[in-house]
């Protein structure tokens, strides 16, 4: 069984740094494709950043792009979210995701939020 579990979530001044990570464990992670989303109170779950397999192809949500670093150590199978700069929209539960064909799992989800 594939787990993801996700730590570092917490609260954060506006403009402030954060990052999240995500221990993979019960599945082949150097071959998966590793993805953050997240869903903000009253809103969808979005995609907020995701990265390849051998890590060297991202891609980020317009929101987040030059401020999020997505990251992965396929030695140590885990998957971080740096957050820079962040903002009052950032808030909400970031969840780690898998994909391995049409496989997908998720962890449980980290909360952030922004506050002053």
């Known amino acids: 069984q594939a787990q993801l579990v996700e730590s570092g979530g917490g609260v954060v001044q506006p403009g402030g740094s954060l990052t999240l990570s995500c221990a993979a464990s019960?599945?082949?992670?150097?071959?998966?494709?590793m993805s953050w989303y997240r869903q903000a109170p009253g809103k969808e779950r979005e995609l907020v950043a995701s990265?390849?397999?051998?890590?060297?192809?991202?891609n980020y949500a317009d929101s987040v792009r030059g401020r999020f670093i997505i990251s992965r150590d396929n030695a140590k199978k885990t998957v971080a979210l740096q957050m820079n700069n962040v903002e009052d929209a950032d808030t909400a539960v970031y969840y780690c995701?898998?994909?391995?064909?049409?496989?997908?799992?998720w962890g449980q989800g980290t909360q952030v939020r922004v506050s002053s």
């Open positions: 990265l390849n397999s051998v890590g060297n192809r991202k």
């Open positions: 995701h898998a994909k391995i064909g049409t496989a997908n799992s």
């Open positions: 019960g599945f082949m992670f150097n071959v998966a494709t």
